[in-house]
T-cell receptor, first 109, second 114 residues
Framework: GIQVEQSPPDLILQEGANSTLRCNFS?????LQWFHQNPWGQLINLFY???GTKQNGRLSATTVATERYSLLYISSSQTTDSGVYFC???????????FGKGTRLHILP | GEEVAQTPKHLVRGEGQKAKLYCAPI?????VFWYQQVLKNEFKFLIS????????ETGMPKERFSAKCLPNSPCSLEIQATKLEDSAVYFC????????????FGDGTRLSIL
């Protein structure tokens, strides 16, 4: 089956720093989503980005489908950005999502 | 509604008891998915429905797990004779019947087996 690898597994940054999270996937996908799981366990949908670039405030994401990777950028980090960031892919329409193991981000005040 | 609603938020059961979890998908969404998150990071797909029909059940443990999505009722996931290893957060997601739409997740049900 398709493999989804995220890096780095853990990241500790000072408030105000920028970060780049990476997601590699082993096969063509129909869909890619980035999620933030906050300390309360809620899964927040950040981006739906099967290809191209999107921006939402301090966050942006780029997916290069032909090279099978996606990047999530967080600028000017805040303590509320702490949590686990998951990349998840869908091989074809209406298929189940396959999650990576996540990047745990800890922003220090 | 506009959100996927999962109940209860937290469920505690003794080993061997039955557990039943509920999910109300977003109104108008045709697809419902159940996922199990163990060890904080690892997600496992369990089952999906297209309306009331099972779409993909390749992730469902065969013996103790069952699920339904009946018309005009919340979907349900039932675990018979629970084991300690069933302790996890169970997420439900829904998506509309159209291409290029994301899955929307509920807040999950935390199942604790004692």
């Amino acid at each position: 089956g398709i493999q989804v690898e995220q890096s780095p597994p853990d990241l500790i940054l000072q408030e105000g720093a920028n970060s780049t999270l990476r997601c590699n996937f082993s096969d063509s996908v129909n869909n890619l989503q980035w999620f933030h799981q906050n300390p309360w366990g809620q899964l927040i949908n950040l981006f739906y980005i099967p290809s191209g670039t999107k921006q939402n405030g301090r966050l942006s994401a780029t997916t290069v489908a032909t090279e099978r990777y996606s990047l999530l950028y967080i600028s000017s980090s805040q303590t509320t950005d702490s949590g686990v960031y998951f990349c998840a892919v869908e091989r074809w329409r209406d298929d189940k999502i396959i999650f990576g193991k996540g990047t745990r981000l800890h922003i220090l005040p | 509604g506009e959100e996927v609603a999962q109940t209860p938020k937290h469920l505690v059961r003794g080993e061997g008891q039955k557990a039943k979890l509920y999910c109300a998908p977003i109104k108008g969404h045709s697809y419902v998915f159940w996922y199990q998150q163990v060890l904080k990071n690892e997600f496992k797909f369990l089952i999906s429905f297209q309306n009331e029909n099972v779409f993909d059940e390749t992730g469902m443990p065969k013996e103790r797990f069952s699920a339904k999505c009946l018309p005009n009722s919340p979907c349900s996931l039932e675990i018979q004779a629970t084991k300690l290893e069933d302790s996890a957060v169970y997420f439900c997601a829904s998506s509309p019947d159209s291409q290029y739409q994301p899955q929307h997740f509920g807040d999950g049900t935390r199942l604790s087996i004692l």
